[in-house]
């Protein structure tokens, strides 16, 4: 556990000679019922004061927590809240601060927990977090409050005191305002009225004004107690401050300067040299200045009311025997215009000063505090020394930001020095920045530094540092290749690189489709960290070996090492984690077909993740329960679980839970008939994770567009988006590979390609052999049931397998049992084609050219009257001609396709419509439309991509039509213009990005282009 800077969860003592302000404590006593004080001002107007006097006025215990930089860190500002409660009551927290120390838990779930002992504490108390405003750039703290603030128990009440007006979000406030939980009190509330300037200068100086006097002090001042304090050192406050404002400069920096100038030269220095001390014990003071009597002095600028004030709490140092020490600290203004001063007066005596501090806290062992102050004194080889004293700690997250912070700040000779350093930095740039590249190029300083020092051990380090790096990038090749020399590098007594590098070596060939070598790799692993003991270490193994024995086809096995997981996860009560592995479970029996006992693991899951108040693991388990839900044929139940997981998984911020769980309501949707609402989802999942370069996920949601669209007859897009999931899933996906393959199989039963069919259904075959087990596919059988009845001949494994689906889920729906029909496909973008299925439309019918005219363009203009039609496709002819040629056309077209159908009319109004017809002008219209709503230009670019491809020549390009083709050429000239606009996006795109390659692909193409020659009319 991280220690605490106990200063820092004490309060301020009250001063003897501190003014009540009434008025103020009162209004604090009449709201102590609130859920939230916030007291905002700028500095200098009293907040600390205050609230130390309030909190000594209390009967209830009061819990102090004073904000600094190194708190930005979320958990390190929760690791202080609980320290703060536990000053009070020292065995709170015990499960928060568990939660902390893994820092792997989500913020919700520390919520939760935190708020629970709270509750369980029973007792009532303050929780006061002043100087916030230090933090306000941090987002994680501000949304950590938002969610603590406003489930916080009845017991506890919380006072923010800061500088600027803390963002806890407009949805917050706005409820705490609505229930009255929450008051402020600003600049205009803590400025001190005259009849307390009056009675301050009494009080504290002896001084005694007339009320008209403090009134006119108090308007000069505006109320501001600091320039009072400081005008009243420095001699008349009316005169000192009318003196600071006609010398044009700064307010406060002139008073202090002032008050600086009457003190004697001793009492000076020690002002200005202590300063550079966050807090300041006497002996600390005396280490720095090499004195003997820094306590005699602190007493005395105490009492003098010189902007110095004690805390209450007591610490024990190396250097300061067994005495308690009294701590003090500065006024954060008056510390700051010290600091100031001495820089630029004495920039020399600055920086040593500085320095010295540094060694202080490393003899004191605060090394924290000392990295910071060699770092303020440009004491780069001492501060990066200190780093490598802190790097030899657990990693954890708050201290890989304070890492990352410290080395960012060391010069790059010095880090050349260092290269440890750069190894710990590209550590976080993985881990907590996800910038895989920066980490490689950090890791190949390192290298080429160690490789000249011939430190094998570091530079083995450095190497796998580098394999998991090019992991998350997926490299994977590469990743085994770094670690088997890492291996060669690493001595035989350094366990744990060794072990490091079998399990990056495993996850990689077991992602590669090489899941034996990645047991066994793994297992490696695992046996180093048995024999240290290493118990955290070793449930990721297991959860590691559970994964790839699963890719294996190893249920069993898997099962058993997702139950040592879990054994581990539950004996270090980390919850989390332990919802995960009921999940991969819970996932084992949905793959068996084992589904009540899949539901039943979901459930446990479940309700763990919901005792843990996890957003993120209660998404993991409705997620899964919907998909069994789903596979049970149990639509409404799965869409309503699946809805409960995406808000979760949103609030959660997961975003790859979020798209997943859009693509499982999507095929929901479709079974339920509800296709193109279910399109429209995941559309969405597949748009987000192509943004993010998911590509595991891209080709999961490929999947479910191309499943559905060979249910809708688009055969040619089912076929073309199948074969692009299978290449990903060929590299070891097995189980996703056999749904595509079933998937591909159906596709291509329907569009007369049994030759393919039957290759697809054996690949099928071959993936559920490799894996062993069968149960994930028999709702994916059902649905696919067309193909396995057609090849039942030659697949009696799935012929029986789609037999044992309809015992358990019921029988296939009719859909996927429905006649195979050739798909029609029509291309008008150069020379025009029709085929039905692989072959060119070749009849009698079809040769007419009239017949192919009013195809081309039904399909161009639809919805056309036959007076419209023939007033352009026949505009010499008489109105009977017209008529007698419209009907015999529309019957040639019927007749050259077969089917009577495929020209409808509704209401006056001619169409074509052919089952699982495709039209590349169409297809480059969606495309192009697609492009110009897409949010985001990379995804613009995709779809500009996949129209330029479709165009293959001008519209109808040398079609000999019997009109004069007026409306052949409009539809060219538009669709040239359409297609030279995506020209020149892409080439502007490409160019922006710096890809020389694919901006003169499009270039030549654009250079291509030639203005279209008027076709004859003649």
Not at 877 to 904: I, M, Q
Not at 934 to 948: C, I, K, M
Request: glycine share 6%; net charge negative.
């Amino acid at each position: 556990m991280t220690e605490l800077i106990t200063t820092k969860i004490v309060p301020p003592r009250r001063r003897p000679d501190l003014l009540d302000r009434p008025r103020l404590l009162d209004t604090l006593r009449e709201n102590a019922h609130r859920r939230l004080v916030v007291v905002s001002a700028p500095a200098g107007y009293g907040k600390t004061s205050l609230l130390a006097d309030f909190a000594h006025q209390l009967d209830s215990p009061v819990c102090w927590y004073t904000v600094t930089e190194p708190d930005e860190n979320l958990w390190a500002f929760a690791r202080y809240i609980v320290g703060a409660i536990r000053q009070q009551y020292p065995d709170f927290g015990a499960r928060s601060l568990r939660h902390i120390d893994r820092e792997t838990e989500d913020r919700d779930a520390l919520v939760t927990t935190l708020v629970n002992e709270i509750h369980a504490l029973g007792r009532p108390f303050w929780l006061i977090v002043d100087d916030f405003h230090v933090v306000e750039q941090a987002q994680d703290v501000h949304d950590f409050l938002a969610s603590l603030i406003p489930l916080l128990p009845d017991n506890c009440h919380m006072v923010i005191a800061t500088r600027t007006v803390p963002d806890l979000g407009p949805e917050m406030v706005a409820r705490l305002v609505a229930r009255r939980e929450i008051i402020g009190l600003g600049r205009d509330a803590l400025r001190f009225t005259p009849e307390e300037v009056q009675a301050f200068l009494r009080d504290a100086y002896d001084y005694e004004i007339s009320l008209d006097q403090a009134r006119e002090l108090a308007e000069v001042s505006e109320g501001w107690i600091t320039a009072i304090i400081l005008t009243s050192q420095a001699g008349d406050p009316l005169a000192g401050i009318a003196r600071a404002r006609d010398a044009g400069e700064r307010l406060y920096e002139y008073l202090a300067t002032e008050v600086l100038a009457r003190l004697s030269p001793d009492t000076r220095n020690f002002l200005l040299d202590s300063s550079v001390l966050r807090e300041m014990a006497p002996e600390v003071v005396n280490a720095l200045l090499d004195m003997d009597d820094a306590g005699l002095v602190l007493e005395l600028l105490e009492h003098q009311n010189i902007f110095v004030s004690r805390l209450e709490g007591r610490e024990r140092h190396r250097y300061a025997g067994d005495e308690p020490q009294v701590w003090y600290r500065y006024h954060s203004l008056f510390r700051e215009f010290l600091l100031t001063w001495l820089r630029e007066t004495n920039p020399q005596r600055y920086w040593s000063l500085q320095q010295q501090a540094g060694y202080v806290m490393v003899e004191a062992g605060h090394w924290g505090q000392a990295i910071d102050y060699f770092l303020e004194a440009g004491a780069y080889e001492q501060a990066a020394h200190a780093i490598e004293e802190q790097a030899h700690r657990e990693f954890t997250t708050s201290l890989a930001d304070r890492l990352s912070r410290w080395i960012d700040a060391l010069p790059a000779e010095v880090l050349e020095r260092h290269p440890r350093l750069l190894r710990c930095r590209a550590r976080s740039a993985t881990e907590r920045d996800n910038d895989p590249a920066r980490a490689l190029q950090l890791c190949e300083l390192a290298e080429t530094i160690l490789r000249r020092r011939n430190d094998a051990v570091e530079l083995a380090w450095v190497v796998v540092e580098k394999a998991v790096a090019l992991r998350i990038q997926g490299q994977l090749q590469a990743v085994i290749d770094h670690c088997e020399e890492a291996l060669e590098l690493a001595p035989d007594d350094e366990w744990s690189v060794i072990a490091e590098a079998q399990r990056n070596r495993g996850l990689a060939e077991v992602r590669l489709g090489q899941p034996e070598e990645g047991v066994t790799a793994l297992r490696t692993s695992l046996d180093l960290w048995q024999q240290v003991g290493n118990r955290t270490s070793c449930a990721v193994l297991h959860n590691d070996l559970g994964h790839a024995l699963y890719q294996l086809g190893n249920l069993t096995a898997s099962e058993l090492h997702y139950r040592k997981a879990l054994e581990i996860w539950n004996a270090l009560d980390d919850p989390g984690r332990a919802v995960l592995v009921l999940n991969n479970i819970a996932l084992v029996y949905h793959d068996r077909g084992s589904y009540t006992e899949s539901l039943k693991e979901y459930r446990r899951a479940l309700e763990r993740a919901r005792d843990s108040g996890s957003r993120r693991y209660r998404a993991y388990a409705l997620i899964g329960m919907g998909d069994v839900y789903r596979d049970l044929g149990r639509y409404t139940d799965a869409v309503e679980t699946y809805k409960q997981g995406l808000l979760d998984a949103r609030k959660a911020g997961d975003a790859y839970l979020g798209a997943y769980c859009l693509d499982a309501l999507g095929q929901t949707y479709h079974l339920m008939g509800e296709t193109s609402d279910g399109i429209a989802l995941i559309r969405r999942a597949y748009e987000d994770a192509q943004e993010r370069g998911a590509a595991h996920e891209v080709a999961l949601y490929q999947l479910s567009l191309g499943a559905i669209a060979h249910t809708q007859g688009f055969l040619d897009e089912a076929r073309s988006r199948l074969k692009h999931c299978i290449t990903h899933f060929q590299q070891g996906h097995l189980a996703e590979l056999a749904k595509a393959y079933l998937h591909l199989a159906q596709t291509s039963h329907l569009a007369y390609r049994p030759q393919e069919m039957r290759e697809s259904i054996r690949n099928a075959e071959l993936c559920l052999f490799r894996l062993a087990y069968d149960g994930f596919v028999l709702a994916t059988l059902l649905r696919t049931a067309g193909a396995i009845q057609a090849s039942a001949d030659t697949s009696p494994y799935l012929r029986d397998l789609l037999g044992q689906a309809e015992e358990r889920l019921g029988p296939a729906p009719e859909l996927a049992l429905r006649s195979p029909q050739p798909a029609l496909r029509v291309r008008m973008l150069g020379q025009p084609r029709v085929y039905r299925g692989d072959a060119p439309l070749e009849n009698d019918d079809w040769s007419r050219l009239r017949a192919q005219e009013l195809f081309f363009y039904l399909l161009t203009n639809p919805r056309r009257t036959a007076q419209q039609i023939g007033a352009d496709l026949w505009p010499d002819l008489s109105p009977s001609k017209v008529k007698n040629n419209f009907y015999v056309t529309v019957s040639r077209v019927r007749g050259a396709l077969g089917d009577p159908e495929c020209v409808v009319c509704e209401d006056g109004r001619y169409a074509i419509r052919a089952p699982q017809l495709w039209v590349d002008v169409h297809q480059f219209r969606e495309a192009i439309d697609l492009a110009r709503t897409s949010p985001t230009e990379q995804v613009e670019a995709r779809q500009l991509e996949r129209a330029v491809s479709l165009y293959q020549g001008d519209f109808l390009q040398d079609f000999p039509a019997e009109s004069d083709q007026s409306w052949v050429r409009e539809e060219r000239e538009a669709l040239r213009r359409a297609y030279e606009g995506a020209l020149d996006r892409l080439i502007e795109y490409w160019t922006a990005r710096g890809d020389e390659q694919r901006r003169h692909q499009y270039a030549q193409l654009r250079s291509k282009m030639v203005e279209v020659p008027e076709m004859s009319t003649d």
